[in-house]
């Protein structure tokens, strides 16, 4: 219940500061108009079915709607269920009923496809759109008193998109929530006077999570819908925006629209990211561009609710005693304990040595809904298991090599892909390539190469164990290779399919 | 578990950075040194006695030793007693029998009082002195691992002094502590190059709880045993110290010194005070003295787990838009909901109105220690009922104004000894003054009134009545006054013993 507190707090402290920006529908609500909505919504919601042991889902994009709903269906005392909103329907069919979800909120974008659930997942019983005249009425309803769930209580139930299997529901208590919002607001210093742009969805942790501790800040929210350079510096220019969190690839792009307006740069406090690391030559455009702002980078994952490794500020820097961990995510935050152990034994393995990435703390998930066996797995011996390769150095310092899944095992020893792949990427007539584990009789797996060439060379195995020779142990050299002018299969999110290559292979093997 | 937690992060993420601070013992020791040290004694105090489910009190002046003990405990999965060094032996016979603690740790000072409370406890099997050759050894045992309790696992009991009647034990859990912790470090900044000085004693949350924050932010630890500006300012030398928290009085006992250095105190980063507020002219004073560091004030209790109120940095200005609020204690910080009800009917009052200072959050208490009434009293209808009467203005700040328990009720109005002492003490006649209700058949209470007049000044109840007319409703004006040369009866702590005074009144009644 931290969380519906903090909004009570907020308006005790802040009545009349800006909580939630919509300057295009004209809205800019102070903190004392949203807790007076967000009670009158939760009388609403609690009105539709929704309350304690209820799951409430939601799939819209990002708006002062969509988070104070958010916000709303806690004060009821509901579990929140945020639907990724680039699910298909088979996927979000399964996630209502999985979840036991009884009402989904979506916007207008989503409306024929609340209105198709409602038809076909039983246990679904009501469903409600926030561009709606009812939604409207919804804010005008007598309030209801704070549920105030305990800090044990089932808070949200959010869904990780399975590339193998079925997506898992990744279940988080008001703890959970609580510890996360308390770390983002003193990571990230959200006080009073921050206001934070939602660009990345509200669905991601990631973003939520800075949501809470802004919240808990008592700061104000702007968010953008869907991602555009106009659209990034319209909000940037009209809500006052001092905190953003963007991926890697985000910020460059921010940085070379022609909108770019480094007035409003100027002002930004707090530039995090995610997901990837940054270069040295984007950093230095980011310190020039954003002069006052403290440049951070977070590693997490929706288990452990939000980030638990970071890069902290000093970091950030291309010269000096502090530089040369750019290529790491950093140090467990506050809170968080961080391990690499031997996925084999589940034993910390010593500095410099790649294992599975573990971490613990009171923001790790309870477990994942209805689904003791991965819930187990998940946090076996007290830590979560991430399914993350990586390694750390002497002074702490994570480095993320790769997915567990992408890791071979060949003959004992563990082999990451991505070291490989590194390390034939360097070859001047590489343009691309994947590596992949192979069945093999007497190894157990044999490490494979698919390799595309640049135009012009001509490359063979020679060639190219030789280059790897240099760079990796023998036992990590690809023990055959795959070179062909296609261009490798990727994914809609730009990833290699491996499984693609995989079935290539058997096809050929077994045809 | 959250605080053990946080030594291991320590450990690993600023391993060679100083962590506890002896200088004068010629020790400073790094947090991996103290981690080893921690889990090592926490064998050794599991080898005496102490685990889950178990009590371990401590009563020791601040040291490394006793700080990392604390640790230890919880790193052993036993729940702290630590007991206030200024008791008295009946006092501690009481509580380490109520709080059925089995072992007792002291350093030299109290070494025979623990042996004799070892004869007279029940229960009490085993003591340990921080002093000994013995707890050498101990931080030498092979060490154990953490017994990881879980967040609401009984973490510590914290004795509070009652003025009437038994001392009662707070009852705190872990989850208690992480979140007071996480505010603490939030709220004063506390990060790896932080260096914080315990000069109020460990026993006491106000001190403990930053103690808490500093080590979630790896930050090192300095001691004081004793208060003197010698010793004070020998501290700050030796240790690099950049936090502090004093009241008021020591605060401007430090500037007064003459061991004062500038140059140490300007390198200070946050000077934090309570239990007072200061005057301008004390402002105006510490703004210079220390022009790096941020001045706050915080307001809270022992139940819930520290400070709950805060008046910011950024108010604590001599002048401008954000200057007036020097003699309130501030908002509720993050983490906290705060409320003024009556205490006749415990419902909220508007702003304005003085009543009781009721908080709310996850720092809360549990309850006290086998205590089932009072715990109920304290925590009805969901709030923790400070005891204190206060009142909140247009923008939500809080004025301390009394002790519930000096208010007098007449006639249905409630009246605050605190609000009619100030109106007399503003006459020029008057030396010192206390307040306090006598019984009355008809009004219930009426107010009385004890005077000690300035010498050669002759005072009677007419001028005073005039006097109090022109500052406080009538209602409020003493009923009966004595007026008498003879100093008014303190306690050790300087306060005015109002219940001798009424047995003095009794005794003169009913002689």
Redesign the interface.
Known sequence: M?LT??V??AA??R?HGMALADTDAGERRSWRQTAERIASLAAALRALGAGPGVQVATMAHNSPRHFETLLAAWWAGATLVPLNTRLAFDEIRYILAHSESRLLVTDDVFATTAARAREEVGGLGATLVLDDTRYVRACGTAPMTDA?GG??TLAGIFYTGGTTGRPKGVALTH?NF??AA??M??DLVLGPEAVYLHAAPLFHLADFGIGLGAT???GGHSFLAQFSTPRFYERLARDDVTHLQLVPTMLATVLDAPERDDRLLARIRSVSYGAAPVSPALLARLLEAFPQARIQQFYGMTESCGASVMLAPERHVLAGELAGKLGTVG??T?????RIADPATDRPVPAGEVGEIQV???AVMRGYWRDPDQSHQALAH?WLHSGDAGRLDDE?FLTVVDRLKDMIISGGENIYCAEVENALSTHPGVAACAVLGLPDAHWGERVHAVVVPRDGFALDAADLDAHCRTLIAGYKIPRSYDIRPAALPLSAVGKVQKNVLRAQWLARKNP
């Open positions: 931290m507190q903090a009570r707090r005790a402290v009545p105030c800090l044990e703890a609580a510890f308390l770390n607001q003193r808990l800040g008592a140090q467990p506050a809170g968080f304990e961080l613990r703390g009171a007290g702490g």
